[in-house]
Nanobody, 126 residues
């Protein structure tokens, strides 16, 4: 049974940093896309960033480029999201997700991801 367990959310002021972690168990995802989505109140879930760390491949949504960095540790089967220069617009529940299918690309579509964590709240105050 695959499980994704997130940690690292919290309440911070604008300009601060947070690091989210997602530990996977039950299978490895080094060749598969593993990443983060977020959902703000009243909005649809949106793609944030993902990684296929075996191929050193990453992808970010435009609004976080230059501020967020996704990385993975194969030995720990864990993916991290380092979030710097946080803005109030970054406030959302952040979900870790993993794709069970080996695609040749990183999908930004939530329906393409098969495993999901429970979510961790990130709140950025102005």
């Amino acid at each position: 049974q695959v499980q994704l367990v997130e940690s690292g959310g919290g309440l911070v002021q604008a300009g601060a940093s947070l690091r989210l972690s997602c530990a996977a168990s039950g299978r490895t995802f080094s060749s598969h896309a593993m990443g983060w989505f977020r959902q703000a109140p009243g909005k649809e879930r949106e793609f944030v960033a993902a990684i296929r760390w075996r191929f050193a491949s990453t992808y970010y949504t435009d609004s976080v480029k230059g501020r967020f960095t996704i990385s993975g540790v194969n030995a720990k089967n864990t993916v991290y999201l380092q979030m710097n220069s946080l803005k109030p617009d970054d406030t959302a529940v952040y979900y870790c997700a993993a794709d069970k299918d080996l695609k040749g690309y990183i999908s930004t579509v939530s329906a393409d991801y098969d495993y999901w964590g429970q979510g961790t709240q990130v709140t950025v105050s102005s």
